[in-house]
C-alpha cells in the first residue's frame, strides 16, 4: 500500500548528494570506484640494448619531448576534497488563483525538459477512515482507476501513456493523489483526465473481488514481516483508538468491504474545497488554466475535512512481540513530539539528524560501526497533520537486544548533557542542506514540497529559507531539542524477537506489558 508506505568528514557535494537516499534509509552510500593508487615498486623495465661502436650518436631530444614523458601517478591525497557551500533552493513563485467551488491551483512553470506534472492532492485518506474500516480509503483509489463514466480502465493508461507518461492514484494517511508526468504539450489534456477519473469514477462492481483479493495478498505479506508487527504495536499503544494508531486491517475487514462503503467513503472525503491541483515543470499556461477552469469548475465542493486530533500518550514501558527462534529483534523506541507548524521543528529535524537520522550519526555509529549489533539503524520524525512522532528503529542481533537499547538511551543522555562539536554540527548541516536541495530538484519534488507546506500551514517562504534555518541552528540548540523533545524517561519501547532471550535484557528498561 502507498501509504504503508549521518555525518564521516564531509566529503565534496557531489558524492554527498550521491549517498543522500540511501543515507536516509539507514543504509551506506553507493560505493565509490576503486582509485588508484601509486605501485609499491616501479614496473620491470627493459634491458636496453648495446649499441655498436660505429654508429650515430642519436640527436638528444627536445625539452618539450621530455615533459611529455609520462609522469609517476600523484600521490593519494590525505584529505577528501571540501564541500562548496550549498545553495539555498528557491522554488519559482507559483501562479496561483482558486476556482468557484474552493479548488486550490498552483501553476510553477519551472525546468528545461518538456515535461509537465499534474497532481491533484485531496485531504482524504487513512486518517478519515472509521474502526472498522481500516483501509477503505486504500480500496477507493483502487477502484478510481479502474474506469469512468466515459473510458475504460485500458483507456485511461492507453491515454496516459499516449501523453508519454502514466496516470496514479496514491493513497496516504491525511491525503490522496491523483496524476503524473506527461510531454509538454499534452499538459492540458492530463487535467481532463485527472478531472474525470476524480469526478466521474464508475466504481465498477465487478473488480471489487479481485481489488480485496490483492489487498488479503498484500496483508498477508505485510504482517509476516517483523518491521510491520513492530510500527503497528507501536502505533497502537501511542495513538489507541485514534486512526493514527490502526495500521492494518484485519482479513475478515477487508473480505467484509462492499461497494456500498467504497461509495459512502468517496462521497464523504472527496470534493473540491478540500483539494489543491498543482502542475509543475515546462506547459503553456494560459491553455492549461483554461483546461483546469473547464473541467474542474463543475466540481462539488463537498464537505469540511473533518479530522479529530490525535492525543498521542507514551510511558516507559516494554511491549514484546513474541517470534521463536527470531535471529534478530526488531526495536521500535520512541515519544511524540511536535509537528512541522512549530518553530522547533527544523532544530529538531538537525539534533535527529545528529543523533540517529544521518548514516554517519551517533547511535549509528555506535551500535553498527563500533559494536555491530545491526546493520542499519536509522531515526526519524514521523510526521502527519499536526502530529509527530520522534523514534529510534533498529534491527539488531538477538543476544545484544538490551546491549542495543543501553547504548541508544546513551547517545540520547550525551547529547542531552553536552552539545555537539562545531564540527560534527556542520557535517550534519551540510548533509540536510545537501539532500534537501536534492529531494527537491524535480517536478515531483516540487509538487511534494508545495503540498507539504499547505498542508501544516508553513509560509510561502519556507522553502526558499530552509537551508538557512538549517545552517542558522547552533551546538546548544541541538542539545536544548534532545532534553526538551527527546523525554527518554518516556519512551514507547516495542520489541518483536525471541521472548524467552530478550525477556532477561530488557526488564530493566521499563514495565514489561504482556498484552
Request: avoid cysteine; charged fraction near 20%.
Amino acid at each position: 500500500m502507498a501509504h504503508r508506505t549521518s555525518l564521516l568528514p564531509v566529503l565534496g557535494l557531489a558524492a554527498l548528494l550521491a549517498g543522500a537516499a540511501a543515507t536516509r534509509a539507514g543504509q551506506a552510500p553507493p560505493a565509490q570506484p576503486p582509485l588508484e593508487k601509486p605501485s609499491a615498486k616501479p614496473a620491470a623495465q627493459k634491458p636496453a640494448t648495446t649499441k655498436p661502436a660505429a654508429q650515430k650518436p642519436s640527436t638528444p631530444k627536445p625539452a618539450a619531448d621530455k615533459a611529455a614523458t609520462k609522469q609517476p601517478n600523484a600521490p593519494f591525497p590525505a584529505e577528501p576534497p571540501k564541500a562548496g557551500v550549498p545553495r539555498d533552493f528557491k522554488v519559482p513563485e507559483p501562479k496561483r488563483f482558486t476556482l468557484a467551488n474552493g479548488l486550490e491551483v498552483a501553476l510553477v512553470e519551472w525546468g528545461t525538459m518538456p515535461k509537465a506534472r499534474v497532481t491533484l492532492s485531496m485531504r482524504t485518506g487513512n486518517a478519515f477512515e472509521k474502526a472498522n474500516e481500516v483501509w477503505l480509503g486504500d480500496l477507493t483509489g483502487d477502484l478510481l482507476r479502474e474506469g469512468t463514466a466515459t473510458r475504460s480502465a485500458g483507456q485511461i493508461s492507453e491515454e496516459a501513456a499516449r501523453m508519454g507518461g502514466s496516470l496514479t492514484v496514491s493513497v496516504g494517511g491525511d491525503s490522496t493523489t491523483i496524476g503524473g508526468d506527461v510531454l509538454t504539450e499534452f499538459g492540458p489534456q492530463m487535467v481532463a483526465l485527472v478531472a474525470d477519473v476524480v469526478r466521474n469514477p464508475k466504481f465498477p462492481e465487478s473488480e471489487l473481488p479481485r481489488l480485496k483479493a490483492n489487498m488479503v495478498r498484500n496483508l498477508a505479506v505485510q504482517l509476516s514481516q517483523p518491521q510491520s508487527l513492530a510500527l503497528q504495536k507501536f502505533r497502537a499503544v501511542m495513538y489507541g483508538d485514534h486512526a493514527y494508531g490502526r495500521v492494518f486491517p484485519t482479513e475478515e475487514m477487508v473480505k467484509g468491504f462492499t461497494l456500498d462503503q467504497v461509495r459512502g467513503f468517496y462521497k464523504q472525503t472527496y470534493g473540491a474545497g478540500r483539494s489543491r491541483l498543482y502542475v509543475v515543470g515546462r506547459f503553456d499556461s494560459p491553455a492549461v488554466e483554461a483546461a483546469i477552469r473547464k473541467t474542474f469548475d463543475g466540481w462539488e465542493k463537498g464537505s469540511e475535512p473533518a479530522q479529530p486530533q490525535p492525543k498521542p500518550t507514551s510511558t516507559r514501558a516494554v511491549h514484546i512481540i513474541d517470534r521463536p527462534g527470531a535471529p534478530q529483534s526488531t526495536v521500535i523506541l520512541g515519544v511524540p513530539t511536535v509537528d512541522p507548524s512549530s518553530p522547533d521543528f527544523i532544530p529538531l529535524t538537525v539534533m535527529d539528524a545528529l543523533l540517529g537520522g544521518a548514516f554517519a550519526s551517533r547511535i549509528t555509529k555506535n551500535i553498527r560501526e563500533d559494536k555491530g549489533y545491526t546493520y542499519s539503524p536509522t531515526s526519524d520524525i514521523s510526521v502527519r497533520y499536526r502530529d509527530a512522532y520522534w523514534s529510534e528503529n533498529a534491527d539488531v542481533t538477538t543476544t545484544v537486544t538490551g546491549p542495543s537499547i543501553k547504548e541508544i538511551f546513551a547517545e540520547i543522555d550525551r547529547l542531552q548533557a553536552e552539545p555537539p562539536s562545531k564540527e560534527e554540527l556542520t557535517g550534519i548541516q551540510n548533509y540536510l542542506a545537501g539532500t534537501y536541495v536534492l529531494q527537491n530538484s524535480s517536478r515531483a519534488g516540487i509538487t511534494n514540497q508545495l503540498d507539504y507546506m499547505a498542508l501544516h500551514g508553513l509560509p510561502p517562504t519556507y522553502a526558499s529559507t530552509y537551508v538557512k534555518q538549517v545552517y542558522a541552528v547552533t551546538p546548544e540548540q541541538v542539545s536544548e531539542m534532545a532534553k526538551k523533545h527527546v523525554v527518554d524517561d518516556r519512551a514507547t519501547i516495542v520489541i518483536v524477537g525471541d521472548r524467552k532471550v530478550i525477556e532477561e535484557q530488557v526488564k530493566g528498561f521499563g514495565t514489561l506489558v504482556d498484552k
